[in-house]
């Protein structure tokens, strides 16, 4: 059952990745015929064509790699300004490959085109075209986000007591387990039960989880707390002693160890450390429940993602060295190591076979595809060529080009030529296919596992 259901992820994340690549290539499509752009391919995936079929101008269709996805539009790159004569002097690998970029986009031209070629159209329309597709991925992800956080919820901690422990063990320990000779946990020792809900504490009112807490920590010495227990209020007053515990801010999160640098400190499956400070322990654990957030608690998860999405991206060019070692060398993968597609349909095949209730796995499946369609987004958005990012910056820089020539009474400059930074795009396009290699192997024989 394991295996089915493993397997069964890893094909429905498969599948929801190629949703994302081709929700994303629609907008791009969708912007092009709306303003009258021909597009010739509307395509899922890179290399060999899997299937295909035409309707009207445009031919739709799956290839085998499915790395991406792409849609081609007639006269991306426009004719070049002037022609030199060369004639005598060798033309330069660089100036070669510009002139075959731009030779093999006018070939798609044919009668008729003339009037439907991409950059003939106003800046801003070019920009809407390219900047569909990003959009596309961060709509999605919205609407997955909001699903899982306003929809099915998430899972928060209440006051009421999910456990008591027997004994007192510190946050640092390797065991749970309490040695005979253990001196019991002051829970346990003044008679709390599972299900028991804390009302106040030391005379407070404790209506929150994270009030609850709080005031359990600020306590040392005999502390009476008030919990509802089968529909009757009952004072119970435990012992309560110091020890080292998780340390939490005002709010209740973690907080995690940081370096020299201020940066996070991680073990070695590359999950963050968290400090420890001495409080005042009882010896329960909080039960938890699965509760909808607001629109504003979500726009604010959404904002810590975004941000967190960024700092992946930034950090992404000093992962190559680890993926490299894990791939070839056999160094251990961190949890926090990038995965590529086969990678991501894995973790998928191991979420949804954990034995956990089926809302679990689904929500996490959602808020992970949902995290993968902002990083699309995020990525897409780099200012650099073959990306959508790229192809911005080249219309952003024209339509500056031109306002400023209308404004001085200069000749128009014409289009920008984006064949001039073809060369850096086949450079970059090299680079992303040699890391996502890379990424396949090491996604293969060392994968990333959420549960060892």
Same mark, same amino acid.
């Given at each position: 059952m394991v295996t089915l259901l493993t397997t069964l992820g890893i094909i429905l994340f498969f599948l929801g990745l190629l949703f994302s690549i081709a929700w994303h290539e629609l907008g791009h499509l969708g912007t092009a015929k709306m303003f009258g752009i021909r597009c010739t391919q509307y395509m899922v995936g890179f290399g060999k064509t899997l299937w295909s079929r035409k309707w009207g101008d445009t031919e739709y269709g799956v290839k085998l790699i499915p790395?991406?996805?792409?849609? *081609?539009?007639?006269? @991306?790159? /426009?004719?070049?300004?002037e022609r030199r004569d060369t004639s005598g002097k060798p033309m330069s690998r660089w100036r070669a490959m510009i002139e075959d970029a731009r030779e093999a986009n006018h070939v798609e031209i044919r009668p008729g085109d003339e009037d439907r070629l991409f950059y003939q159209r106003a800046p801003w329309k070019r920009l809407i075209v390219m900047v569909a597709g990003p959009a596309m991925?961060? =709509? &999605?992800?919205? =609407?997955?986000?909001s699903i899982v956080l306003m929809g099915i919820g998430v899972m928060q901690p209440t006051t009421t007591v999910g456990s008591v422990s027997e004994c007192v063990v510190p946050a640092d320990a390797t065991s749970t387990e309490c040695p005979a000779d253990a001196t019991p946990s002051p829970a346990a020792a003044a008679g709390f039960r /599972?299900?028991?809900?804390?009302?106040?504490?030391?005379?407070?009112p404790t209506p929150t989880w994270a009030a609850a807490n709080l005031a359990i920590r600020d306590a040392i010495g005999p502390t009476e707390i008030e919990v509802r227990r089968d529909g009757e209020i009952h004072t119970l007053t435990p012992d309560l002693i110091e020890n080292q515990v998780v340390a939490r801010d005002a709010d209740g999160d973690i907080v995690y160890k940081t370096d020299a640098d201020g940066n996070p400190v991680k073990d070695d499956r590359g999950i963050q450390v968290p400090e420890l400070q001495t409080a005042g322990f009882l010896? =329960?654990?909080?039960? *938890?429940e699965r509760q909808a957030m607001g629109p504003g608690e979500s726009a604010a998860y959404m904002g810590d993602m975004v941000v967190g999405v960024g700092k992946a991206? =930034?950090?992404? /060019?000093?992962?190559?060295?680890d993926v490299f070692r894990a791939a070839f060398l056999g160094e251990q993968r961190t949890i926090d190591s990038p995965v590529g597609i086969v990678g991501a349909s894995r973790i998928g095949g191991e979420i949804l076979s954990q034995p956990i209730p089926l809302?679990?796995?689904t929500a996490? &499946?959602?808020? @992970?595809l949902a995290g993968v369609n902002l990083f699309l987004f995020a990525f897409n958005m780099l200012p650099i060529l073959p990306l959508d990012g790229g192809h911005i910056v080249g219309a952003m820089w024209e339509s500056l080009r031109r306002n400023l020539a209308r404004l001085f009474r200069r000749p128009d400059p014409g289009p920008f030529d984006v064949a001039q930074l073809m060369p850096v795009a086949y450079i970059v396009v090299v680079c992303f296919i040699a890391f996502s290699l890379m990424l396949l192997v090491a996604d293969?024989?060392?994968?990333? *596992?959420?549960?060892q």
């Open positions: 790395l991406g996805g792409y849609v *081609r539009m007639v006269g @991306m790159i /426009p004719p070049a300004a991925n961060l =709509i &999605l992800a919205v =609407i997955l986000f /599972p299900g028991d809900e804390i009302v106040r504490v030391d005379g407070e010896g =329960i654990t909080f039960d *938890r991206i =930034i950090a992404l /060019p000093s992962k190559v060295d809302v679990e796995r996490f &499946l959602l808020n @992970m293969v024989v060392n994968p990333v *596992r959420l549960v």
